[in-house]
């Protein structure tokens, strides 16, 4: 069964924001487990695009980014919208931080949504976390079933080993495949 989640809001109302911080019921940490609960939305930098003119007159500009260690939680723009505010979205060319888009237009959303999609995303968590703890003891006699594939086709394979990517790995595989020259066709194809 999926562990119980618990969601804390918080209201910052010098910045006019809510944040949103969440603890899992087994105490696993799950630092992802709310990004992108609705697309694009990670709650790293303020749904309120005044709070981009705030930190640029304090020098600050790019600064202001929630994080669960460095502020009250994240700022989704969910939460917002929950919370009955909403902002104007950003227009083309204004800034929402450091290496971040700028938030996406807010979501009409009810509880009842929201509560729906983290269910189901603790869910899919789990499931996820099972597989992966599976794969984890797995040498090389062969792989786990996954329910429900059992009469799909598959052709032989050998597991090699097991390596956690970390955000550095995947960096840099996305790198050095950014850096492959493009597949050039074959002489004499004319497709």
């Given at each position: 069964a999926p562990p119980g989640v618990s969601?804390?809001?918080?209201?910052?109302?010098?910045?006019g924001v809510v944040t949103v911080r969440h603890a899992l019921s087994n105490?696993?940490?799950?630092?992802?487990l709310l990004y992108d609960l609705y697309?694009?939305?990670?709650?790293?930098?303020?749904p309120n695009p005044s709070n981009d003119y705030l930190a640029a007159v304090r020098g600050a500009m790019g600064s202001l980014v929630f994080?669960?260690?460095?502020t009250h939680g994240k700022a989704y723009v969910w939460a917002q919208s929950l919370a009955g505010l909403h902002n104007l979205p950003r227009t083309a060319g204004t800034s929402a931080g450091p290496d971040s888009q700028a938030p996406p237009a807010p979501p009409v959303?009810?509880?009842?949504?929201?509560f729906g999609r983290i269910q189901a995303r603790a869910g899919t968590w789990t499931?996820?976390?099972?597989?992966?703890?599976?794969?984890?003891?797995?040498?090389?006699?062969?792989?786990p079933q996954v329910p429900g594939c059992e009469g799909l086709p598959c052709g032989p394979a050998q597991f090699?080993?097991?390596?956690?990517?970390?955000?550095?790995?995947?960096k840099a595989l996305k790198e050095e495949a950014d850096d492959e020259p493009e597949p050039q066709p074959a002489p004499g194809d004319t497709s």
């Open positions: 969601v804390t809001f918080s209201f910052l109302p010098k910045l105490g696993a940490d799950e630092p992802a697309p694009n939305d990670y709650g790293l930098s303020s994080s669960d260690k460095r959303v009810s509880f009842a949504e929201v499931q996820v976390k099972a597989m992966l703890k599976s794969l984890e003891k797995v040498h090389s006699t062969g792989l090699e080993g097991w390596k956690d990517v970390t955000k550095e790995v995947a």
